[in-house]
């Protein structure tokens, strides 16, 4: 069983994977800082120094002025601006990923392939240039294509 276990590990596939997960997580913190840091704030900004981590709706009677103070005293609270937060990153890893996989299948495609240079003979069979307008190998006249 253990080597049967070694063999599934060294496998390319599994590699690949656990190289892509790692990335992936350490990507995911850079668009999260990246949104919560670079992109949200500025638009906050625009809407007049909106806070988009303390948005939120009290849920209870118990009036609260930030979020934070809610959580404090276990308040339940529809945290629609983290929500708005986690929105906008999925949206970015989503369209970076399909960047990726735009680029990768690009790479992927097969070239035409290249237009033929030969024809066979019709009496032996042999390949012959395409202009060729007697046989090489068997000295046949062949028609003109």
């Known amino acids: 069983m253990w080597k049967e276990f070694r063999e599934f590990i060294a496998k390319g596939n599994v590699l690949d994977l656990a190289v892509g997960v790692i990335i992936g997580g350490a990507f995911g913190k850079i668009v999260d800082s990246l949104v919560g840091d670079v992109i949200l704030p500025p638009i906050g900004k625009v809407f007049g120094g909106l806070d988009f981590s303390n948005l939120f709706i009290n849920l209870t009677d118990t009036p609260v ?3 934070a103070e809610a959580k404090e005293k276990g308040l ?3 945290n629609y601006g983290s929500f708005l937060s986690v929105l906008v990153n999925f949206l970015i890893l989503a369209f970076v990923i399909f960047l990726i996989v735009k680029q990768a299948n690009r790479l992927k495609r ?3 392939p290249a237009a033929p240079t030969t024809k066979d003979c019709p009496h032996c069979f042999s390949a012959i240039p395409l202009k060729a307008t007697r046989c090489p190998h068997c000295t046949s006249e062949l028609r003109a294509a």
């Open 110 to 112: 097969e070239e035409a």
């Open 65 to 67: 002025a930030t979020l």
């Open 76 to 78: 339940a609270t529809l």
